[in-house]
C-alpha cells in the first residue's frame, strides 16, 4: 500500500496513544508503520530532498495538527501523550479524523485562520482544497516543476548554441566538477571536433594523476553503439583508461549494453543528465530565491 497521507494518520495515531501513557515518537512511528503494513521500501521513501522519509514527514505534521487541536501533547522532546480531549475524541468512536474535523477545535480553527482576510476566506479554501501532501512535500514538489521546466530550458538553448560556446559550456562544467584544474588548463586540454563536439583529455583532479578523455556532441539524434565503440577505440589510442561521451541527446540501449560490458570505464551523460548537472552547479542559469525551512529547537527551551 502506498505511504498514508497525513490525514488518515491522525485517528491510527490518536488511538496509538489511548492508553494515556506517554509514548516515545520512535515506538509510536515503528508500531503504526507495522499496523498499516508498510514494507521496507515504503518505510524507506524519502522526500525529494533525501534528508527525511516520507512516512515520519506526514507523522510528524498528524501529530502536529492534533497538538494544534489539543488531542495530543508532547510531554518533552520525543515524546506523545493524549489529552482528556483526545479522550473524549476516541469516545465518540470517529471513522475517521481529519483537519477538517479538527476545524470544530479553536486552537486549530486560530491557528489556520491566522493570516486570512476578515471573513476568513483564505483558510476557508486552504482546508477545503487541503492536498493529502505535507507542506514540505508541497514545497518540494513546485521546487522539482519549476526545475524540470528550467533543465528543458537549459537544454534547448544548449542545442540551439555555436560550436565555440558549446566548448566552453562543456569545459565550464568540468571545472566546476572539480575535472580540469583551472579553466585555462582545461581549455587547453579541450577542443572543438570537426562535427561541431567536443574532444580532448583533461585532468582528473587538480594534480593531474590521472587523465580522462572527453567526448562531448552537441547532436539530437541518438547516439548509437557505433559512436561510443569508436569513442571507446579511441581510449585505446590515446592509451586512457577513462572516458566520459557527452551528448544533449540520448544514447541507444545497444550503447549503454556495450559500455557496462567493457572493461573500459566510460560514463554515458545523456542530454538530461547534461541539463541537471548544469542546473546542479549553476551553469546557465541564475538563483532567484530561496527559502530556509526552519523548526523549533527542542534542546533551546528545555530547562533541565
Do not use: C
Request: proline content about 3%; hydrophobic content about 40%; aromatic content about 8%.
Amino acid at each position: 500500500m502506498p505511504v498514508p497521507d497525513y490525514n488518515a494518520l491522525m485517528l491510527p495515531l490518536l488511538e496509538r496513544l489511548a492508553d494515556g501513557k506517554e509514548h516515545l515518537v520512535r515506538e509510536v512511528r515503528e508500531a503504526l508503520a507495522t499496523t498499516m503494513k508498510l514494507s521496507e521500501a515504503e518505510r524507506a521513501e524519502l522526500l525529494p530532498s533525501g534528508k527525511q522519509a516520507v512516512f515520519d514527514n506526514r507523522l510528524g505534521w498528524a501529530k502536529f495538527y492534533l497538538d494544534k487541536a489539543g488531542l495530543v501533547r508532547s510531554v518533552r522532546r520525543g515524546v506523545y501523550q493524549i489529552t482528556e480531549r483526545g479522550q473524549s475524541v476516541l469516545n465518540e468512536k470517529p471513522l475517521t479524523l481529519d483537519a477538517n474535523a479538527l476545524m470544530r477545535f479553536s486552537g486549530f480553527k486560530d491557528f489556520i485562520t491566522r493570516g486570512s482576510d476578515a471573513n476568513g476566506a483564505e483558510s476557508a479554501r486552504s482546508i477545503e482544497d487541503a492536498s493529502v501532501i505535507t507542506p514540505e512535500e508541497a514545497l518540494e514538489r513546485a521546487y522539482k516543476e519549476v526545475r524540470k521546466t528550467t533543465e528543458a530550458e537549459l537544454l534547448a538553448s544548449t542545442l540551439q548554441a555555436s560550436p565555440r560556446f558549446f566548448e566552453r559550456l562543456v569545459v565550464e562544467l568540468l571545472v566546476k566538477m572539480g575535472y580540469g584544474g583551472s579553466l585555462v588548463d582545461a581549455g587547453k586540454a579541450l577542443g572543438r571536433s570537426h562535427d561541431g563536439g567536443v574532444d580532448g583529455m583533461i585532468k582528473e583532479d587538480h594534480l593531474g594523476l590521472d587523465v580522462i578523455y572527453i567526448q562531448a556532441k552537441r547532436w539530437q539524434n541518438t547516439v548509437g553503439r557505433p559512436d561510443v565503440q569508436g569513442f571507446a577505440g579511441t581510449l585505446e589510442g590515446e592509451r586512457a583508461r577513462k572516458g566520459v561521451f557527452i551528448t544533449t541527446s540520448t544514447f541507444s540501449k545497444e550503447a549503454r549494453e556495450y559500455v557496462a560490458r567493457i572493461d573500459k570505464k566510460i560514463v554515458l551523460i545523456d542530454g538530461a543528465q547534461l541539463s541537471g548537472l548544469m542546473f546542479d552547479f549553476g551553469i546557465g542559469v541564475n538563483a532567484v530565491s530561496s527559502y530556509e525551512l526552519k523548526r523549533v529547537d527542542s534542546d533551546f527551551f528545555s530547562e533541565e
